[in-house]
């Protein structure tokens, strides 16, 4: 089956640092999607990619989707300790049905 | 606006007992999809409801069962629970079921004992 093989398993930096995680499938998907999510609670949506090559930011976060459609990354700039958390990211393939994800980043952010 | 809302937030059963679980999408969203999060993994897809249809199955034992109601809420039943089965299980909806966003709930937390 489908797997995301998501990098780095965790990181640990000093606020204002800038950090970048990525994702890689075996497979190609439709949308890429990153997620964050903070103890007892369900992923947050960060950022959705829909096309090949597309570059998308939301405030301090910029993430792209790979021109083959097998991989996805992650920038955040300027961290803070708010920050902290753990990132998934999640490919949806043509039929839509399902999300598969990879197995997180958890981030940890030194004030 | 009210998110994604999953009851009960906690529950602790024993090996053999059933469960289910409730979610409620978020308004106008007509597409629900369940999720189980094991400890320290990212979540792995149960089931895709839409417009009270099954439109998707993850790899899970017959056990599992869900369906979605005519107000697009959504049941996860689980039968002869297993210790393996304890986890976080996450309620998603988006406004349809393709290229449209998931967003999640919180989550009902599941003990099996």
């Known amino acids: 089956g489908q797997q995301l093989n998501q990098s780095p398993q965790s990181m640990f930096i000093q606020e204002g640092e800038d950090v970048s995680m990525n994702c890689t499938s075996s497979?190609?998907?439709?949308?890429w999607l990153w997620y964050k999510q903070d103890p007892g609670e369900g992923p947050v949506l960060l950022i959705a990619l829909y096309k090949a090559g597309e570059l998308t930011s939301n405030g301090r976060l910029t993430a792209q989707f790979g021109i083959t459609r097998k991989d996805s990354f992650l920038n955040i700039s300027a961290s803070i300790p708010s920050d902290v958390g753990i990132y998934f990211c999640a490919g949806q393939d043509n039929a839509g049905n399902m999300l598969t994800f990879g197995g997180g980043t958890r981030l940890m952010v030194k004030p | 606006d009210a998110g994604v809302t999953q009851s009960p937030t906690h529950l602790i059963k024993t090996r053999g007992q059933h469960v289910t679980l409730r979610c409620s999408p978020i308004s106008g969203h007509k597409s629900v999809s369940w999720y189980q999060q094991v400890l320290g993994q990212g979540p792995q897809f149960i089931f895709q409801y839409y417009e009270k249809e099954e439109r998707g199955r993850g790899n899970f034992p017959d056990r599992f069962s869900a369906r979605q109601f005519p107000n697009y809420s959504s049941e996860l039943n689980v039968n002869a629970l297993l210790l393996g089965d304890s986890a976080l299980y996450l309620c998603?909806?988006?406004?349809?079921?393709?290229?449209?966003?998931?967003?999640f709930g919180n989550g009902t937390r599941l003990t099996v004992t």
């Open positions: 998603a909806s988006s406004l349809e079921p393709l290229n449209s966003p998931l967003h």
């Open positions: 497979s190609i998907f439709n949308t």
